[in-house]
């Protein structure tokens, strides 16, 4: 398909944008297009021109507001099939607001065979795990990859370091509980034993991070609007369900279990781009925009980021690294060490407690302590006194984006990390020996 090379032009009345328009270059056909076409065209432009994707989300909004739809499909647009957010990869995607996540939404997902080929199965967020399978059985039946159908599959969540865990067929909501690099396999029984991590997942490669050339600023500052898209999401009753009855519960606290996922993914995040940095230098000066991103997340109050940003840069693989510890200027290491005795979990958190009580509403506060505080509450005292309820138990458990540059958007919404602790020692061990 040819595409055209778009260039342009703005017209502003009072800082507000009135119109957008992308002209093809002279000499093509000028032939009349929708709004539609147009929006279409620069999507498929933004690989070559990554900073167009703000203006091309404005020519989407344009788009929906001519083409509003009829009162008949707004109810199916509700139902809009999404990936989940740590799968995000398409551009257009992975930069739209995020939005609460329920059990009867439908998503897409990627489930794996032993030989490593998968099935796109289409599925309710909260669906058993009987049914999922039963949808990759259906996909299976139409491959030509598999000369015989399985008679009975199990599902498998196969970590980045190998381990496995085997789902019940009774088991719901299996999506949101997946780490970061976890994969769902299916296969039978006999084939447990042979499930491997994707390839991908095993090896690395050396190379510059993306971070050298982005501020310090602009990463904070994405990090902590979609740390907030993300708590935002997240209603009170997820708390209450999350701790009242975990993994047994009925009703998944799928918004909840991505905050999780989102805090592990960042502190992987971390230690990933410190050690596939070759060039000491270069890794030192990561180091630095690492300490400088937390400053700002702590002054931005989203303690979330900030905390798993201090976790990664104290992952042992990363603190080994004498030299480039040694390489970082004072002004830094004493700031690091302010922020590793807020992270100090002695005294029941003291620091980070304190910290919490200096500052005032919004924030974002450290959710896994948060959950750790709820599930002390609920397990040190009685939920009903006889018949009687304890409302003294339930007082104590009540609990705008800025414009920024679109590619760390996109970075900051998926981010590549590893996170198999013996790949990161290995990395670290090749980068400073112990002899070193």
């Known amino acids: 398909m040819y595409l055209l090379k778009w260039r342009k032009r703005f017209i502003f009345y009072n800082h507000q944008l009135l119109l957008l328009l992308y002209l093809p270059p002279a000499g093509l056909n000028n032939k009349c297009m929708s709004f539609q076409e147009l929006y279409l065209c620069a999507v498929q432009e933004l690989s070559r021109f990554p900073e167009l994707v703000e203006d091309v989300l404005k020519l989407q909004r344009w788009t929906e507001i001519l083409h509003s739809p009829a009162e008949e499909d707004k109810e199916s647009r509700k139902k809009q099939v999404r990936p989940l957010f740590r799968h995000f990869r398409r551009i257009d995607a992975c930069l739209q607001p995020r939005e609460a996540f329920r059990g009867s939404d439908e998503i897409f997902c990627r489930v794996y065979t032993p030989d490593h080929s998968y099935v796109t199965i289409r599925s309710r967020l909260s669906c058993r795990v009987g049914e999922i399978l039963a949808l990759v059985k259906e996909k299976l039946q139409y491959s030509e990859d598999q000369p015989t159908q399985p008679a009975n599959l199990i599902l498998v969540a196969v970590t980045s370091s190998g381990e496995k865990a085997v ?5 719901e909501a299996v999506f949101t509980t997946l780490g970061v690099n976890t994969h769902l396999f299916a296969c039978e029984p006999a084939e447990l034993e042979s499930l491997i991590p994707l390839p991908e997942e095993i090896h690395w490669s050396p190379g510059d991070s993306k971070l050298h050339d982005m501020s310090a600023e602009e990463v904070a500052n994405q990090l902590v609007v979609f740390d907030w898209e993300l708590f935002s999401c997240v209603h009170e009753v997820e708390f209450v369900c999350y701790v009242f009855h975990g993994e047994q519960a009925r009703w998944r606290p799928l918004n909840l279990e991505l905050i999780l996922q989102r805090c592990s993914e960042v502190q992987h995040w971390v230690a990933t781009e410190i ?3 070759q060039s000491l230098p270069k890794r030192i000066q ?10 700002l997340c702590k002054q931005q109050q989203d ?3 900030f905390l798993a940003l201090v976790l990664g840069l104290d992952n042992p693989a990363v603190s080994r690294l004498r030299l480039t510890w040694e390489g970082l200027p004072g002004k830094f290491r004493k700031q690091f060490q302010q922020f590793e005795s807020i992270a100090d979990p002695s005294r029941n958190h003291k620091s980070y407690r304190d910290l919490l009580a200096s500052l005032r509403a919004p924030l974002i506060p450290f959710t896994p302590l948060l959950l750790k505080d709820l599930t002390f509450l609920h397990e040190s005292c009685k939920t009903f006194h006889g018949e009687l309820v ?8 009540e609990a705008e984006p800025s414009p920024s540059h679109l590619q760390t958007k996109a970075y900051v919404r998926q981010l590549q990390v590893i996170d198999n602790q013996n790949l990161l020692f290995e990395m670290s061990s090749k980068l400073e020996p112990k002899d070193m």
Do not use: G, Y
């Not at 789902?167 to 088991?171: L, T």
């Not at 304890?390 to 458990?397: L, P």
């Open 286 to 295: 990561l180091l630095r925009k690492f300490i400088k991103i937390a400053a």
């Open 303 to 305: 303690l979330l980021s």
């Open 390 to 397: 304890n409302f003294e138990k339930m007082v104590m458990m």
């Open 275 to 277: 050690l596939q940095c």
């Open 167 to 171: 789902f019940r067929p009774s088991d």
